[in-house]
Each structure stands twice: as C-alpha cells, then as structure tokens.
C-alpha cells in the first residue's frame, strides 16, 4: 500500500527552526518533494529532490531550508531554519514512482501524504 506519512510539524517563533520527515512506504520512490497551502493561498513546491540528491528549492526558501532523503530508510527530510511568519502552512510531502520531470509543480508528483502543520509566530 503506497503511503506517505509526515510529522515534525508544530509552533514556532520566528527565526526558530523545525525539522520535518516523511515516512515513504509501499513503493520504491523516484523524486520526491515538500510543498506547502496557507489558508486562501495556492499549492506551492518548497524543495525536491531525486534519487541521486540533485535538488530544487523554491527562491523563497533557498539558504534556509535543506531537502535531504534516506533512501536506505525510504524517508524524505526537510530541516527548516530561520523560519519566518510567510512560511505557515500546511506542508505536503509528495512521491513520484518514476523519474518524470524534476520539478517543484505538483503536477510531477502523483502520491501525497496527508500533511503537518508549521506555525511560525512574530
């Protein structure tokens, strides 16, 4: 059964740092990524990486956000630092079974976890 659980998730203020994992099982995954909802906004891709660790980060994260996996242990990480009121949302992690196109649009992921929510207070 595919499935895709996250946790880490929780309150913060700003300028704290959270760390947030994925527990992948059910399927050996090819890219794997962490999106993020805030209320009334869209669905947007924060990092992603591939089997062989290339990465991608949004521009809003980079420098202070770091993707990394454990293929051994199927498990995505995302370490967050220096964490900002804008970064509240909800955060997804997402799987793809095969290497199609390496990007941050959820349209390249078709297996997602349920989410973890990241507060960040001022």
């Known amino acids: 059964q595919v499935q895709l659980v996250e946790s880490g998730g929780g309150s913060v203020q700003a300028g704290g740092s959270l760390r947030l994992s994925c527990a992948a099982s059910?399927?050996?995954?090819?890219?794997m990524g962490w999106f993020r909802q805030a209320p009334g906004k869209e669905r947007e891709g924060v990092a992603a990486?591939?089997?062989?660790?290339?990465?991608l980060y949004a521009a809003s994260v980079k420098g202070r956000f770091t993707i990394s996996r454990d293929n051994a242990k199927n498990t995505l990480y995302l370490q967050m630092n220096s964490l900002k009121p804008d970064d509240t949302a909800m955060y997804y992690c997402?799987?793809?079974?095969?290497?199609?196109?390496?990007?941050?649009?959820?349209?390249?992921?078709?297996?997602w976890g349920q989410g973890t929510q990241v507060t960040v207070s001022s």
């Open positions: 997402a799987a793809a079974p095969a290497p199609w196109t390496f990007s941050l649009s959820s349209a390249a992921y078709n297996y």
């Open positions: 059910g399927y050996t995954y090819s890219n």
């Open positions: 990486i591939s089997p062989n660790y290339n990465t």
